[in-house]
C-alpha cells in the first residue's frame, strides 16, 4: 500500500528540527509513500 502524504506530514518528515519529525519518522519505516505536484507546490 503506498501512502499520500499531506503537507503537514511532509514537512515534519523533511524538517528535523520539527516537533513531529520523530513520529512521522518512525511511522513511515518500511511503508511506501507519495507526493502530489500540489502538495509540492505548498512546501
Sequence with gaps: ???LLDV???L????ASHTSN???LGWE???S???CP???LLV
Excluded at 515534519?12 to 524538517?15: G, M, N, S, V
Design 38 to 40: 500540489i502538495t509540492e
Design 22 to 24: 520523530s513520529t512521522v
Design 12 to 15: 515534519a518528515w523533511l524538517t
Design 8 to 10: 503537514s506530514t511532509l
Design 29 to 31: 519505516s518500511g511503508k
Design 33 to 35: 509513500v507519495a507526493i
Design 1 to 3: 500500500m503506498t501512502y
